[in-house]
């Protein structure tokens, strides 16, 4: 059984398609990158695997079975938007996800606090965009989730964290769970990527294991967008 399957999901926005006929596999233990040119389809896709969105038509099944509270419980997302409450300081942001996630890990988190030099007692309206985003993503690394779901993390974060973060973070997740995370860092991100999937314009126009690939994932972007000013 596959951890994620995706069954000719469409979304539609009037009469445009955000994504059409979406067809997707995602076994347990991989690292994925989903790939693409701004408005390709892949911050649609993530909203409807988190139940942000409701699909025109297709299915999605999480474990076999249809999205619900199970899958809410056990799938980590990090959105690119901002939704942290700016009056919180770090450790109060730890308690109130202990308190609402029966899977969060509060020593763990406290762990990577210090690992990611955040400041604990630092209101988040005092917070550099590059901090805010590493408490952010330490608010899901520190979930024990089947699926975690990370849409651009790293832009902001600079390069030392960064190197540590692929090198030790993304790597230790658990061999039962998979991460999918949308970047334009591809210089550094394509290292970790057990499977890349590229979207154009709504379409899954690649799907296939970094192994396999004869070229590199940038000279494949540029084979389906004529610009890639971003990557």
Do not use: C, W
Not at 37 to 55: C, Q, R, V, W, Y
Not at 108 to 115: G, I, M, P, R, V
Not at 150 to 172: G, M
């Amino acid at each position: 059984m596959e951890l994620l399957e995706i069954n000719h999901l469409t979304k539609k926005y009037g009469s445009f398609k955000a994504l059409d006929d979406v067809n997707l596999k995602i076994a347990k233990g991989k690292i994925i990158g989903l790939l693409g040119m701004n408005g390709a389809g892949k911050t649609t896709l993530l909203k409807l695997i988190n139940e942000l969105l409701i699909p025109t038509s297709g299915e999605i099944l999480f474990k076999g079975k249809k999205l619900g509270i199970e899958s809410k419980n056990d799938i980590a997302y990090l959105s690119d938007k901002e939704y942290l409450d700016e009056n919180m300081n770090a450790v109060q942001i730890l308690k109130f996800y202990n308190d609402f996630y029966k899977n969060f890990n509060y020593k763990k988190a406290l762990k990577y606090l210090d690992e990611f030099d955040i400041e604990k007692n630092k209101k988040i309206y005092k917070m550099s965009k590059g901090m805010k985003d590493k408490l952010k993503l330490v608010l899901v690394i520190s979930r024990s989730a089947s699926l975690y779901i990370i849409d651009e993390p790293l832009t902001a974060i600079d390069p030392i964290t960064r190197e540590y973060i692929l090198d030790i973070v993304f790597k230790k997740i658990d061999k039962n769970s998979s991460l999918i995370v949308t970047t334009h860092l591809l210089n550094e991100m394509e290292k970790v990527f057990d499977e890349i999937i590229v979207l154009d314009k709504g379409k899954v126009v690649l799907n296939k294991e970094v192994k396999d690939l004869k070229t590199s994932i940038k000279s494949i972007l540029r084979r389906y967008s004529n610009v890639l000013e971003t990557v």
